[in-house]
């Protein structure tokens, strides 16, 4: 049997749907038995390790496992020294303060002196330094938002998604630490065997990820509008233009990204297109 490379998911919770579909949109069959600790890819040399999220900075730094998914807020918070890879876009959220929505906010001089409840004291203790705070941190491992409410605080320093958390417990987010989102990360010294089977990995992950952020689009047009539509299209090249059976009319080919997209489509149509398709595209090979 030969080299395997170690990769660290959360064992459960909010990042592991996601990691576990991204190894699957990479072709990576897993074998997924309940309530496993560990299991071996079938058709990649690949081991899974289940871990608890708050764990997996550590178990990288240690060499336990090669790589992981992980938050990268979680990977500042552990302070551990590793190679953030790759951003794979979910588990998106922000480290931010919140105050009672009563209180009088005017900036952070308002902190100075009062007492704050967090989950993640590093990455807070690094914040209040850096803006010369000082505060009395609480460190409570689940439910901060109730904090204020409880009297335990006068505000606190949490993640933040939608804000709907802060907003059920009538609180006000007031400063960004940090953004964060699920990344691969590595360790720092990892042999030249699996750091090849790392490229392999990191060059499926890369297409996979710019698939979703490409849409594949289709246009009729007028031949005398071709001109004007290609300098709309921005595309991987230049677009394909092949006629249509209809005569002075073609057909375009290109892709688009996603963030692009509506305004492109609006362009388009100014432009004389018509008949347009977009398709998702399932791996884009860069
Ligand atoms: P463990 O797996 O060690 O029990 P946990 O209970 O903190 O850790 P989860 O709550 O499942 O784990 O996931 C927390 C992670 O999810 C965060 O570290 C962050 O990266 C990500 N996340 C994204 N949005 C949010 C949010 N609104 N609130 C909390 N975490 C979020
Ligand atoms: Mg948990």
Request: charged share 25%; glycine share 6%.
């Amino acid at each position: 049997m030969g080299e395997k490379l170690k990769i660290a998911v959360q064992k459960s919770g909010r990042l592991k749907e996601d990691s576990l579909k991204i190894l699957k949109e990479c072709g990576i069959s897993i074998d997924n038995g309940k309530d496993q600790l560990k299991a071996s890819a079938f058709n990649f040399p690949l081991e899974v390790l289940y871990l608890r999220n708050s764990d997996i900075p550590q178990y990288v730094e240690d060499g336990v496992a090669d790589i992981a998914i992980v938050g990268e807020n979680v990977v500042i918070e552990k302070q551990k020294e590793l190679d953030v890879l790759q951003k794979l876009g979910f588990s998106k959220c922000r480290l931010a303060m919140a105050v009672p929505k009563d209180v009088d906010y005017n900036g952070l001089e308002y902190f100075n002196g009062k007492k704050l409840a967090t989950s993640y004291p590093n990455s807070l203790r690094q914040f209040l330094d850096t803006n010369n705070l000082d505060c009395e941190i609480h460190e409570i491992s689940g439910s901060v938002e109730i904090a204020p409410n409880i009297g335990l605080a006068d505000g606190i320093c949490d993640l933040v998604s939608s804000g709907s958390t802060l907003f059920k417990n009538g609180l006000t987010e007031v400063e960004e630490i940090l953004v964060s989102e699920a990344c691969l990360v590595a360790n720092k010294n990892i042999s030249n065997l699996k750091s090849a089977i790392l490229d392999r990995l990191l060059f499926r992950m890369k297409s996979v990820l710019a698939a979703k952020n490409n849409k594949y689009i289709l246009l009729n047009a007028p031949n005398d509008k071709i001109d004007d539509i290609i300098k709309v299209l921005p595309g991987m090249n230049s677009p394909t233009v092949m006629p249509l059976a209809k005569d002075g009319w073609s057909s375009l080919h290109s892709v688009i990204t996603e963030s692009d997209f509506w305004g492109v489509i609006d362009q388009l149509k100014l432009s004389g297109a018509e008949g347009i398709l977009i398709i998702p595209i399932q791996k884009m090979v860069l």
